[in-house]
């Protein structure tokens, strides 16, 4: 138990369902992150928060809404989702996101993930 | 440009010594992370590096060196349990990790 929980842990979904997957983390932390693995691929940043404001976005499809009301909430919304968007979601944390040499509050804290399949 | 090579898969056996290259081009560094990462699970963290040298816990040390780009993970005394893939990241200053693909390392008996 690393103190971030996701849920829900698998998910099937048609291309025209909206559906939302949550991350909690109970470490007091401000940034979160989602993160997107696809089977042999590396891990792939999609947005990130601190201190709930969005400061980065890899240019994910507008498919994938995050929303983050507060440092310990974070969600993403997914609608018309294609096929190729099956993988394993993951959401992370850490205490912040420092600008000089990292330190241990960089470390990120991952939740268990949330295996999509969308058929 | 950012890039961050590992090899692909790597075997052992119990009982042995593996050492996990990492190396890097990136715009900018701030620090190298080492996570593990069980199959169908997430990644947890194993260490990081600041500064040039290794750093040791317990079995696992790690390496760095920020003039060649160049890190290694070094496991000793391998265990089954070990099996997993190892995964380098790369810290930026503030932005979230960069993530290299991955080593999938298998340990046998």
């Known amino acids: 138990e690393t103190g971030v929980t996701q849920t829900p842990r698998h998910l099937v979904m048609g291309m025209t369902n909206k559906k939302s997957l949550k991350c909690e983390q109970h470490?007091?932390?401000?940034?979160m992150y989602w993160y997107k693995q696809s089977a042999k691929k590396p891990l792939e940043l999609m947005f990130v928060?601190?201190?709930?404001?969005?400061?980065e976005n890899n240019s994910v499809p507008s498919r994938f809404s995050p929303e983050c009301p507060n440092s310990s909430h974070l969600f993403l919304h997914l609608h018309t989702l294609q096929p190729e968007d099956s993988a394993l979601y993951l959401c992370?944390?850490?205490?912040?996101?420092?600008?000089?040499?990292?330190?241990?509050?960089?470390?990120?804290?991952f939740g268990p993930g949330t295996r999509l399949t969308v058929l | 440009g950012q890039n961050i090579d590992q090899p692909t898969e790597m075997t052992a056996t119990e009982g042995a010594i593996v050492q996990i290259n990492c190396t890097y081009q990136?715009?900018?560094?701030?620090?190298l992370f080492w996570y593990q990462q069980h199959a169908g699970e997430a990644p947890t963290f194993l260490s990081y590096n600041v500064l040039d040298g290794l750093e040791e816990k317990g079995r696992f040390s790690s390496f760095l060196s920020r003039s060649k780009g160049y890190s290694y993970l070094l496991l000793k005394e391998l265990q089954m349990k070990d099996s997993a893939s190892y995964l380098c990241a790369v810290s930026q200053a503030g932005t979230a990790l960069i993530f290299g693909k991955g080593t999938t390392l298998s340990v046998s008996s």
């Open positions: 992370a944390s850490s205490q912040e996101i420092t600008a000089g040499l990292a330190q241990n509050t960089d470390t990120q804290y």
């Open positions: 990136t715009s900018g560094f701030n620090g």
């Open positions: 470490l007091g932390h401000n940034a």
């Open positions: 928060y601190n201190f709930k404001e969005q400061t």
